[in-house]
């Protein structure tokens, strides 16, 4: 089955930029989202397919996606940004399934 | 965006079952595709399976294969998630999720973007 690594964490100071990555086998052919999920709440979508971001989501937000590794970007990160980050595709190999990251938590 | 509205919290014995809903109020199952995620406390989401009520269609994660049933009741707009044979390890938060496709004809690949979320509905396993 497909699998998805993300880094544990990730430690930015407030007002820099903070890059989450996911590396999966080729996922540059795959559309990745990624959902913010901060303590004792859903999860929330904020980059989908690639490079969108729903509505409401702040500009700066963004995601690219290439070769091994898909990114997300957060620029000029405030203390609210503070959660666990998870990517996702849909992986249509074999059983069609959805394959989550393990997850990166972002400390700022 | 459409608003899901969970059950609530459960308490089971090992070895029962135990049946989440899962409310799209003001919506047709048909413009919905439903995933069920759970998540473990301090670990990370983990996927359970997908369902497509329009066109019957189930997706089930390897893991959850003959103890998971997910089902619809289109008259109230709910779908269910029933896991059996309930152990140890299923104390979890069970959340569903969806993304709204208005002409109920998206792909299933469309709704692999999870944009409206329940909030969670805890489920406890003690003896």
């Known amino acids: 089955s497909y699998v998805l690594s993300q880094s544990p964490s990730v430690s930015v100071a407030p007002g820099q930029t903070a890059m989450i990555t996911c590396r999966g086998d080729?996922?540059?052919?795959?559309?990745v989202h990624w959902y913010q999920q901060r303590p004792g709440q859903a999860p929330m979508l904020v980059v989908y397919?690639?490079?969108n971001r729903p509505s409401g989501i702040p500009e700066r937000f963004s995601g690219s996606n290439s070769a091994n590794t898909a990114s997300l970007t957060i620029t000029r990160v405030t203390a609210g940004d503070e959660a666990d980050y998870y990517c996702q595709v849909w992986d249509s190999s074999g059983d069609s399934s959805v394959v989550f990251g393990g997850g990166t938590k972002l400390t700022v | 965006q459409v608003q899901l509205e969970q059950s609530g919290a459960e308490v089971k014995r090992p070895g029962a079952s135990v049946k989440v809903s899962c409310k799209v109020p003001?919506?047709?199952?048909?413009?919905?595709?439903m995933h069920w995620v759970r998540q473990v406390p301090g670990k990370g989401l983990e996927w359970m399976g997908l369902h497509n009520p329009r066109h019957g269609e189930r997706y089930y994660a390897q893991k959850f294969l003959g103890r998971l049933t997910m089902s619809e009741d289109t008259s109230t707009s709910t779908t269910y998630m029933e896991l059996r044979n309930l152990r140890f390890d299923d104390t979890a938060v069970y959340y569903c999720a969806t993304r709204y496709c208005s002409s109920g004809s998206c792909p299933i690949s469309y709704y692999s973007a999870m944009d409206a979320w329940g909030k969670g509905a805890t489920v406890t396993v003690s003896s």
């Open positions: 397919e690639d490079t």
């Open positions: 003001g919506h047709s199952l048909s413009t919905v595709s």
């Open positions: 080729n996922i540059g052919s795959r559309s």
